[in-house]
């Protein structure tokens, strides 16, 4: 499998920081995915990527109407993140602070998307 995990917020590998006050139940880090770390969030046991991070850093070299166009192909959806989400992902940064909304995309949907986007473009 291509993906390694390499700690979590940059501090010490296994170390989370959690949100479990309201509504929110989720802790974030960091996955490194064909070298380029990725912020993500554990949310109910599933680690959620920010779709917009996912392009701008991992899929930078493939225009995004073809992800797009994989994406509907391999049946993923993604889902919109909630306030305190979109706080968290802006704290780790993986979205830019200025943003107002944010999909998130699945660890497994992304390893689909990656292995169908493998021979589209050039990789590290």
Known sequence: MFLTCEGTLGVVPGTTV???NGPANFHAGYQQIQGINLGYLQI???QMFALAQVLSDLFKDIPRTT???KMETLKIKSRRCDLAEL???KAIRSVPTRAVKCSLISKADLEALCTSCE????RP
């Open 44 to 46: 109910d046991g599933t």
């Open 87 to 89: 706080r968290t992902l």
């Open 18 to 20: 959690d949100y479990n």
């Open 119 to 122: 021979s589209l473009g050039p």
């Open 67 to 69: 992800i797009s166009k």
